[in-house]
């Protein structure tokens, strides 16, 4: 037994327990077999829409060895997100909770920077970088093989004690640690999410055409205009969509989270049907200022309001 592999994982999960991660999960880094051709067909398919960037760096995406010079661990990590508040007016534009405080691209940096930190601190020289969803890493894919739920139906990470309503991150680090292993899937013969999706994005148990997914079309979609197939059916989300997460019942072991920098805007949450449909740049910087919803720009939330109100 290598008690020095042990001892280094048990300082890294540790310090990610402290910063707040409520999980976190070791994987060997090491090419990903059984995603790669599951990858392939799914790109082949166009199901990832106009994310072009999902075609790029396919190597990378599939083996943490070309990201990290001589990787030897993944540490995956989850960081809650759940805010069971809802907006008070029901006929207002919705946007998914976890776009309601800081955006967590800053705040997960933050904290992996932290945790790089301590590791090297404690156990000298270590090389690594930090992935929040802005490098080709499947961070589903090394969350589950990590053990820290199974890819549900819905195509989300669930965790058994903790549904889905949390970020996934990394750490690739050339650094061994002790691997954890996977969990089994409970999905069983439950197709909630699927029956509830308005936009048949689920096209069948654990796969996702990405191009007709609400979050997709409010988000990742850049054209002036929301295809009219979709009239009547984005429920009045205007940002991501949290309709498959609600549904799952999973999810009813979701507990508030604890990060002030994810705490909404005073006002976010009080906002009218019509206060949305004449919100102006200034009150759009206000309530956004350093929110996920920047992504779209005013012009793309203007747009997607607009299409939701027809």
Known sequence: MDLSKDRYTAIVKQKANELGFFYCGISKAEFLAEQAPQLEKWLSLGMHGKMEYMERNFDKRLDPRL????????????????NPEKQLDSEAPKISQYAYGEDYHFVIKDK????????????????????????????????????????????????????????????ILDLELTPDGPIKDYCGTCTKCIDACPT??????????????????????KDQLIPSEFEGKMDNWVFGCDICQDIC???RFS???GEPRFEPHPSLLYLTASDWTDLTEDIFQQLFQKSAVQR????????NIQFTQK
């Open 112 to 171: 992996l920077k932290e945790l790089l930190k301590h590791i090297q601190s404690e156990i000298g020289e270590v090389g690594g970088r930090v992935f929040v969803d802005s490098a080709p890493v499947m961070d589903k894919a090394w969350a589950e093989k990590s053990g820290l739920g199974w890819l549900g139906k819905n195509t989300n990470l669930i965790h058994p004690k903790e549904g889905s309503f949390f970020f996934i991150a990394e750490l």
């Open 255 to 257: 507990k508030r989270h």
């Open 67 to 82: 990201l990290v010079d001589g990787a030897k661990s993944v540490v995956s990590l989850l960081l809650n997100y759940h």
């Open 296 to 303: 779209t720009k005013m012009k793309g939330l203007q747009r």
């Open 200 to 221: 048949e994005a689920l096209v069948e148990p654990y796969k996702i055409d990405a191009k007709k997914c609400i979050s997709y079309l409010t988000i990742e979609l």
């Open 249 to 251: 019942p999973w999810n």
